[in-house]
């Protein structure tokens, strides 16, 4: 492996995945990112009431394991991201956290 890359660049050689980068301060040309703000803001950090900041910190990572392995997702036939990478279907469609 190439030394010095950072892990999802690592990940990218593997996967040959091409990192694009858009202009600065041009959020016109990065609206997959912004409409992904937009998902989680609404899903998961203002979904409901928290009693701290930590609280909420802590439950990102089940958010983000529900919107990668197990929500569907129109772009990708109503699979998750995560079947549409591996080619593994979902098994069940786990709810929210």
Not at 2 to 20: P, Q, Y
Not at 63 to 90: D, K
Request: charged residues 30%; proline residues 6%; glycine residues 8%.
């Amino acid at each position: 492996m190439v030394a010095g890359l950072r892990h999802a660049d690592r990940v990218g050689l593997v996967k040959n995945i091409k990192h694009k980068r858009t202009r600065p301060y041009r959020p016109q040309t990065n609206g997959k990112i912004e409409r992904f703000h937009r998902t989680l803001v609404d899903g998961w950090a203002y979904e409901r009431c928290y009693t701290s900041e930590a609280e909420r910190r802590g439950e990102l990572d089940g958010w983000l394991h529900y919107y990668n392995h197990h929500r569907p997702h129109t772009a990708c036939g109503n699979q998750p991201p995560f079947s549409r990478l591996t080619g593994i279907e979902a098994k069940s469609t786990a709810r929210q956290p």
